[in-house]
């Protein structure tokens, strides 16, 4: 499993539900809305992705895969190609780290 932190984290809107139909839910406070996924446009995996609540707790969570995130990235670049020269701003905003740092 990879263990490098997301290029990008990104709030998930309201209540979120995994790909097994379960929802999302922080593993130490319950939290379910405003939850960040983390992103990175080239892990396309099936391993869990990594996840945190407003609260500042971090977790991987296996029923949102790390390819779903990928997709979402993948989406946004799509429709606004700008994007890509934002990452930095993004990331101060929501949090993230350059793969393999």
């Given at each position: 499993?990879?263990?490098?932190?997301?290029?990008?984290?990104?709030?998930?809107?309201?209540?979120?539900?995994?790909?097994?139909?379960?929802?999302?839910?922080?593993?130490?406070?319950?939290?379910?809305?405003?939850?960040?996924?983390?992103?990175?446009?080239?892990?396309?995996?099936?391993?869990?992705?990594?996840?945190?609540?407003?609260?500042?707790?971090?977790?991987?969570?296996?029923?949102?895969?790390?390819?779903?995130?990928?997709?979402?990235?993948?989406?946004?670049?799509?429709?606004?190609?700008?994007?890509?020269?934002?990452?930095?701003?993004?990331?101060?905003?929501?949090?993230?780290e350059e793969p393999g740092t």
């Open positions: 499993m990879t263990t490098q932190p997301p290029a990008l984290r990104w709030p998930l809107p309201g209540p979120s539900i995994g790909v097994t139909g379960q929802p999302v839910v922080c593993p130490e406070c319950g939290e379910r809305e405003r939850l960040l996924i983390g992103l990175d446009l080239d892990d396309h995996s099936d391993e869990p992705s990594f996840m945190a609540c407003p609260a500042g707790h971090r977790w991987l969570e296996a029923g949102m895969p790390r390819h779903v995130g990928a997709q979402l990235l993948a989406d946004a670049f799509d429709i606004d190609p700008s994007l890509y020269g934002r990452l930095d701003e993004l990331r101060d905003v929501h949090g993230g």
